[in-house]
C-alpha cells in the first residue's frame, strides 16, 4: 500500500513558478513508477509528467515540455513537479499517482493517487 501526499499548490500570476512536492509512505518508494496529472474544471484528466523507478528516466506531455520538470528524491520518499512559466491554462488540481509498472502510469492508469493540489494561475 502507498499513500501519496501532494503539496506546493497555490494562487500564482501568469509566468510565475512553483514546486509541487508528492511524499510517499512505504519501503520501496525508488522502485515505483511516479506521475503526475492534472485535471482542470469541465475537462478530462490529463497527464503531465512522469518518472521511472528503475532509471529515473522522464516522459512529459507536449503541452508542458519545456517548462515542468519532474524529479524524484528517493531517499526522501518524494517526487516533484517544477512548473515554471506557469499559463492560465494550467490551473487545475494537480495530482500525484503511483505504480510499480511504468507502462501503467502512462497511460494513466496508476494504482495509487494523492488527494490533489490546487493550482490556480490569473492572467
Known amino acids: 500500500q502507498v499513500q501519496l501526499v501532494e503539496s506546493g499548490g497555490g494562487l500564482v500570476q501568469a509566468g510565475a513558478s512553483l514546486r509541487l512536492s508528492c511524499a510517499a509512505s512505504?519501503?520501496?518508494?525508488?522502485?515505483?513508477?511516479m506521475g503526475w496529472f492534472r485535471q482542470a474544471p469541465g475537462k478530462a484528466r490529463e497527464f503531465v509528467a512522469a518518472?521511472?523507478?528503475?532509471?529515473?528516466?522522464?516522459y512529459q506531455s507536449d503541452s508542458t515540455k519545456g517548462r515542468f520538470t519532474i524529479s524524484r528524491a528517493n531517499a526522501k520518499n518524494t517526487v516533484y513537479l517544477e512548473m515554471n512559466s506557469l499559463k492560465p491554462e494550467d490551473t487545475a488540481v494537480y495530482y500525484c499517482?503511483?505504480?510499480?509498472?511504468?507502462?501503467?502510469?502512462?497511460?494513466?492508469?496508476?494504482?495509487?493517487w494523492g488527494q490533489g493540489t490546487q493550482v490556480t494561475v490569473s492572467s
Open positions: 499517482a503511483a505504480d510499480d509498472r511504468l507502462p501503467t502510469v502512462l497511460r494513466g492508469a496508476p494504482r495509487y
Open positions: 518518472i521511472s523507478g528503475s532509471d529515473g528516466s522522464t
Open positions: 512505504g519501503r520501496t518508494f525508488s522502485s515505483y513508477a
